[in-house]
């Protein structure tokens, strides 16, 4: 086990000859600035992690990249942002806080969930994702049982295809929304859909409904 010093910016204990310091995130310099009051040989060190927070990689001849603990995509060190779900490095380095307790038990929330999607996260105090979940869960409801109960004569087979896209959608908005909810029971507040995914898939499908209104309306011409 490499020996530990304490890094100069912010005092957290480090492997000597590490390039970057895994508590602060902020570059060392050479192994020779770090030599006082230790006279071991220097390392090179190519991950680090913090005790709390994302990983951290060191490559040769490219900058440090850290890893999102949210969806596992790789961005460099000066991104203080994910780039693809858009959770803040920062964010991952605050201590958890207990907040205020579940409406009720987890076994309720997750009946409650299994009955509407959202409802459980609604237990857990996630208000905005409780309410963005059952709203998409009861569009997608509602146009699939549109769509398969009356389609069109001149685009039955279109339209049903559409609606079985519809009524997919709801069984996963369903099926996430109560895994969600059986995480948070245990203690895990990470959601199986970032907000920037679900965003896209709502925008997805309403650019679907549009597509198939417009050529449902051109076969019937």
């Known amino acids: 086990m490499p020996d530990l010093v304490p890094c100069p910016h912010c ?49 040769e001849g490219a900058e440090p990249v850290w890893t999102c603990p949210a969806c596992d995509t790789e961005n ?11 959770s803040l490095f920062t964010s991952f380095f605050a201590p958890p806080s207990a907040g205020d307790p579940p409406r009720t038990s987890a076994g309720t929330a997750v009946g409650l969930s299994a009955l509407l999607p959202g409802a459980g996260h609604w237990v857990h105090r996630e208000v905005g994702p409780a309410v963005a979940r059952a709203v998409l869960y009861v569009w997608a409801v509602g146009i699939a049982v549109m769509l398969l109960g009356w389609p069109p004569r ?50 997805g499908l309403s650019a679907l409904v549009f597509a198939g209104l417009l050529v449902a309306v051109a076969v019937r011409r």
């Not at 590490?18 to 602060?24: I, R």
């Open 11 to 59: 005092g957290a204990s480090k492997p000597f000859g590490a390039d970057w310091c895994g508590q602060c995130l902020r570059h060392i310099g050479t192994p020779e600035d770090e030599r006082e009051g230790n006279g071991a040989p220097a390392t090179t060190v190519r991950a680090l992690r913090a005790e709390a927070g994302p990983a951290v990689e060191v490559r």
């Open 76 to 86: 460099e060190l000066s991104a203080s942002a994910c780039i693809r779900c858009g």
């Open 154 to 203: 001149g685009a039955r087979a279109l339209v049903r295809g559409v609606g079985t896209i519809f009524a997919l959608a709801a069984v996963g908005v369903w099926l996430v929304s109560l895994l969600e909810t059986m995480r948070f029971g245990e203690g895990d507040r990470r959601p199986l859909i970032p907000p920037k995914v679900l965003t896209w898939f709502t925008a």
